[in-house]
């Protein structure tokens, strides 16, 4: 068995026989431990991947059914048999695959670094402060507008409250996210992520590929688990396995296009070469093919420790040099040793001496909390992995899938061999059957006519002498086979049950008709029970998400660190927005998650609350569309149960300012009554006062005429009466209009 080489050497000892070794090395050992998994165990999985697929061979089903006889000849019943797959297992995998793809991921960025927490506690300080400043001046015009506030920036200490547990964002979280969403985007993940979905369920492990390509473009591709090749591992993701590769297939003009081999190199791979005689097809798997040679293309860790010298120059001062990986320390010096982990890189042409595009990897990715660590380009899930043996949902189906198909071809032969309805009739009764007085016999033939054209059949009992007859001279022969086919259905549903169960289906969720009588209640929990089942896969999928996003944030520091031109590339676009955006990525240490989308009942129970809300008034239809855009459950009925809350009492304050409106108003009409009144009273006294004076002038007027020109008494008292009249009238009219004053005052 090849040995691995050393990795505790000078680094620069790990040169191209380094990688040579190393690579024969990996392939010696996959070849042992991993013999029915990944490349070496290929056929078990395109065996799976035919079965989800429904395209398994059928010539297991011939043997199962009906051997080949001494002469290698199958019975001609079975040559008409139609053995076309019965879709079943393609049909759990569609319902599984899409009923996993309902369950979305929004992408949570979290810039968890000592500045970014700083800055976070400055922003919610300074928020506070502007609330209270905004308490103290409300009555203050364009006080929001001197304050700064934004449109989304809280307006109480509650909102403070929501925004710092669920909405806020540093400025770096933002733009990893655009970041993230654009390199998903311009590589199609969301349908890389399909791929993937569908091999954990086959296989019970799937994986991505994240890298820079020759254009420096950040790009992600699916890994074929077929031709995939992985070291020995305990976890889920693999982060413990000591290398991780890839057969690919190449082309002669491939390996001369690399430009490291000579001609007489190139005839030499063609010798030695480990793809002679073998095939692939479209999908990589191996066909034949003489022009197509293998190619492991590999990453391994490995451990550099680079050697430092300590020493005290003739000044007195302390230096700290790079030196000879071999030096040893004296009295003089001291050599350190510090050391990292590193990825070295190749492309080994299998089964030759020959290996290019090797080397110390660049771009290795190091997160900022942990710079000595890294990992590789590669990112794998297996939710239930245990010492490199993982298990798929298909796996799980196939034995009851076989049967299945089993009893259909058994349901086919019986059709194929089926006999019709017939008859047993006694001849010796038909030949004795005597019609009456005459003596005239029947024929057999004729009284079986009769009986195939009308059903009837006349028969005696007894012989003319008296001897008992067969009584039954026609016995029909009922055929048996639809009870036979019967007992078949009656086992594909027992299968299909069995396979429901194993997999953990149920009527409600495998596409079949439900009783329709069952409740919502009992319908949700068999959904849920389906959710749980494939639950494996879900949250699988998910942290496989969390481990590429967290590569690809990296790489895109380590772009903007290459300069604008490098970052325009990674991204692939030629525009300066997300440029500008993303300045201050860098710096910042950065926690990536992916949070689940609710789900359809729990959209349906918000929506509820909502619209309960809205028709009692306590939010409005601006409110509604506000929580619509927010993903987190959690958040929105927190906004939700905020916004009533504010809302109604804002609606109390508003009710308490229209109740002191209307008392206000209430008393200055009653003092404007009281105000008229007086007013009224005041006006009314004087008129009199005046009356009273009028009069006195009269009768002074009066006594005076009587004394001058000695009128006669009747007309002088006549006289007066008129005089007083005329004055009574004009007051009584002054009065009226008083009063009238008051009403129109009254009524305002």
Request: glycine content about 6%.
């Amino acid at each position: 068995m090849i040995k691995f080489p050393s990795d505790t050497i000078d680094p620069k000892k790990k040169d191209k026989d380094w990688i040579l070794q190393t690579g024969k090395a990996i392939w010696d050992e996959s070849k042992t431990f991993s013999s029915s998994i990944f490349y070496h165990g290929r056929d078990k999985f395109r065996k799976y991947r035919d079965y989800s697929n429904g395209r398994q061979p059928i010539d297991k089903y011939k043997n199962m059914v009906m051997p080949l006889d001494a002469n290698g000849v199958r019975p001609d019943n079975f040559q008409q048999l139609d053995y076309t797959i019965l879709p079943i297992i393609p049909k759990f995998k569609k319902i599984a695959l899409g009923k996993i793809d309902k369950i979305g991921f929004n992408i949570v960025a979290t810039a968890i670094d000592s500045i970014a927490r700083d800055d976070e506690e400055d922003y919610f300080a300074e928020q506070k402060a502007k609330i209270k400043m905004l308490e103290e001046l409300s009555d203050v015009p364009n006080i929001e507008s001197m304050l700064d506030l934004k449109d989304d920036d809280p307006r109480s200490l509650e909102e403070i409250k929501i925004k710092q547990e669920y909405s806020y964002k540093h400025i770096a979280a933002v733009e990893a996210e655009k970041g993230l969403k654009q390199v998903f985007t311009n590589n199609k993940y969301d349908q890389i992520l399909d791929r993937v979905k569908a091999d954990i369920f086959d296989f019970g492990v799937g994986g991505v590929r994240e890298y820079f390509d020759e254009n420096n473009k950040i790009k992600i591709r699916h890994a074929n688990m077929e031709n995939f090749v992985c070291g020995y591992s305990e976890e889920p993701d693999f982060s413990d396995s000591h290398y991780m590769c890839e057969v690919k297939p190449y082309s002669i003009e491939e390996i001369r296009a690399s430009g490291e081999f000579k001609e007489d190199e190139i005839e030499e791979i063609l010798k030695q070469r480990g793809g002679g005689n073998t095939r692939f097809d479209r999908r990589g798997v191996e066909q034949h093919n003489d022009n197509k040679i293998l190619v492991l293309e590999f990453e391994v860790k490995s451990f550099n420790e680079p050697a430092y010298e300590k020493r005290v120059n003739s000044f007195g001062n302390k230096k700290i040099n790079k030196t000879d990986y071999n030096k040893k320390s004296n009295d003089k010096r001291t050599i350190v040793k510090d050391g990292y982990k590193v990825i070295y890189k190749g492309k080994w042409i299998i089964s030759t001496d020959y290996v290019f595009d090797y080397g110390l990897c660049t771009n290795m990715k190091r997160s900022k909390n942990q710079l000595k660590e890294t990992t590789f380009s590669w990112h794998l899930m297996a939710p239930n992995q245990d010492q490199m043996n993982f298990f798929g949902v298909t796996e799980a189906m196939v034995p009851i899938g076989d049967q299945i198909q089993l009893a259909w071809l058994k349901i086919q032969n019986l059709l194929l061999n089926a006999v019709p309805p017939g008859i047993a009739f006694d001849l010796s009764a038909l030949e004795n059957l005597n019609l009456g007085h005459s003596g005239e016999k029947w024929l057999p033939r004729k009284a079986l006519e009769m009986y195939r054209q009308r059903g009837d059949m006349p028969f005696r009992s007894q012989r003319e002498d008296g001897e008992p007859m067969n009584t039954q001279s026609i016995i029909p022969i009922q055929n048996k086979v639809a009870v036979e086919i019967n007992n078949f259905v009656n086992l594909v549903n027992g299968f299909m049950g069995i396979l429901r169960d194993n997999i953990g289906f149920n009527e409600v969720t495998d596409g079949s008709t439900p009783d329709p009588r069952t409740l919502n209640g009992v319908a949700n929990l068999a959904y849920q029970a389906t959710t749980n089942a494939l639950n494996h896969i879900i949250q699988g999928t998910k942290f496989l998400n969390e481990n590429v996003a967290d590569s690809i944030v990296i790489r895109l520091q380590d772009a903007f660190g290459a300069g604008e031109n490098a970052y325009k590339k990674a991204l692939g676009i030629n525009t300066e927005r997300f440029w500008k955006v993303l300045s201050n990525i860098t710096i910042h240490e950065l926690s990536l998650k992916f949070e689940d989308k609710p789900n359809d009942e729990e959209k349906a129970v918000l929506n509820r609350r909502m619209e309960l809300a809205e028709q009692a008034g306590q939010i409005t239809v601006a409110d509604s569309t506000y929580i619509d855009t927010i993903d987190n459950v959690k958040e929105k009925a927190m906004v939700l149960a905020y916004l009533v809350k504010k809302n109604m009492a804002d609606k109390q304050a508003m009710d308490m300012q229209n109740i002191q409106a209307n008392a206000q108003s209430q008393q200055e009409s009653a003092a404007m009554t009281a105000q008229m009144e007086e007013k009224r009273l005041e006006l009314e006294y004087g008129y009199k006062s005046q009356l009273q004076r009028e009069q006195n002038e009269a009768l002074f007027v009066i006594e005076r005429l009587k004394s001058k020109t000695r009128i006669d008494e009747a007309d002088i008292k006549e006289a007066g009466r008129a005089f007083t009249k005329q004055l009574e009238n004009e007051g009584k009219q002054t009065i009226k209009q008083m009063e009238s004053v008051k009403d129109n005052n009254k009524t305002k």
